[in-house]
């Protein structure tokens, strides 16, 4: 770490921070964040890579209109960690507004914007609280792309995709909300267009997002869509047996009864093949 100055909580200042590492390419960091708290907590996440990897972060931009005037100015970083949610409005509205030429990294304590942030040379999505581990993978997937295209390309969103599921969510239970372990999540549902989250021990959570979002972003080796209400885990399918037409009842392994899930005719062997992979 060397001895310059730290970006203020709204600031642009230009390489503030240097985290040496091993002898390799320089990654030159811009952070687009509006809280100070959420800079603070990315700039010790970095610093703890110090012996990896060589991270120069150049400056923090705190708002939209902030981040706009510093790459008009002509900042050209290597890599952006930007929160999706500024004080002046979404981060998307940046990209509408000036070239960024680099990947970025999207963090947020939220997970409405997951599709969206890939539009936006997007390789990758964090939610907070970010923790070291996943920043580790984010910024070694970073390297492994920048070894592989050409520097000022569009990234492939097909790439950007290949690891971009989370471990866990973002869900709420009253006032509180809760980072809750995919492995724990026995299923989630739709109810009145409101999506609910069931875990191994009968909690229920409200989740602000659509099924068709989540289906999309979680591992179809362990989520699978039963009908159009209904996405399980594959890891609490208790049983499940036949019904007329061809349908199915699965019988998901919780502590909560009541649920009803039928898989229909259409896809019942989908199912089979899902269960028996």
């Given at each position: 770490m060397s001895g310059k100055r730290r970006?203020?909580?709204?600031?642009?200042a230009a390489?503030?921070?240097?985290?040496?590492g091993e002898e390799g390419t320089m990654t030159n960091i811009v952070i687009i964040e509006d809280q100070?708290?959420?800079?603070?907590?990315?700039?010790?996440?970095?610093?703890?890579?110090?012996?990896?990897?060589?991270l120069d972060i150049l400056a923090c931009p705190g708002s939209v209109a902030a981040a706009v005037e510093w790459f008009r100015a002509?900042?050209?970083?290597?890599?952006?960690?930007?929160?999706?949610?500024l004080a002046d409005g979404h981060a998307f509205h940046l990209f509408s507004q000036v070239p960024v030429p680099a990947p970025v990294i999207f963090v947020t304590p939220y997970d409405p914007y997951v599709l969206q942030s890939f539009e936006y040379n997007g390789i990758h999505y964090l939610l907070k609280p970010v923790l070291g581990a996943e920043l580790r993978q984010a910024l070694r997937?970073?390297?492994?792309?920048?070894?592989?295209?050409?520097?000022?390309s569009k990234i492939d969103p097909s790439e950007s995709r290949v690891q971009r599921r989370h471990s866990r969510i973002?869900?709420?239970?009253g006032m509180e909300q809760v980072a809750l372990p995919l492995a724990d999540v026995v299923l989630f549902y739709t109810e009145n267009k409101v999506v609910f989250v069931v875990d191994r021990h009968g909690n229920k959570y409200?989740?602000?997002?659509?099924?068709?979002?989540?289906e999309a972003e979680l591992d179809p080796a362990q989520f699978f869509r039963a009908n159009r209400q209904f996405l399980i885990h594959i890891d609490y399918v208790h049983s499940f047996r036949s019904m007329e037409k061809s349908r199915l009842r699965v019988q998901m392994d919780i502590p909560a009864?009541?649920?009803?899930?039928?898989?229909?005719?259409?896809?019942?062997?989908?199912?089979?093949?899902?269960?028996?992979a």
């Open positions: 970006c203020s909580e709204r600031g642009v390489a503030y921070t240097t985290i040496r100070s708290a959420g800079t603070g907590l990315l700039q010790g996440e970095l610093r703890k890579l110090a012996g990896e990897m060589e002509g900042g050209q970083p290597d890599l952006v960690l930007c929160n999706t949610e997937k970073f390297e492994w792309l920048r070894a592989r295209i050409v520097p000022g973002i869900v709420q239970r409200l989740y602000e997002g659509v099924l068709q979002t989540l009864k009541g649920y009803e899930i039928i898989v229909s005719q259409e896809t019942a062997a989908r199912f089979r093949r899902w269960i028996e």
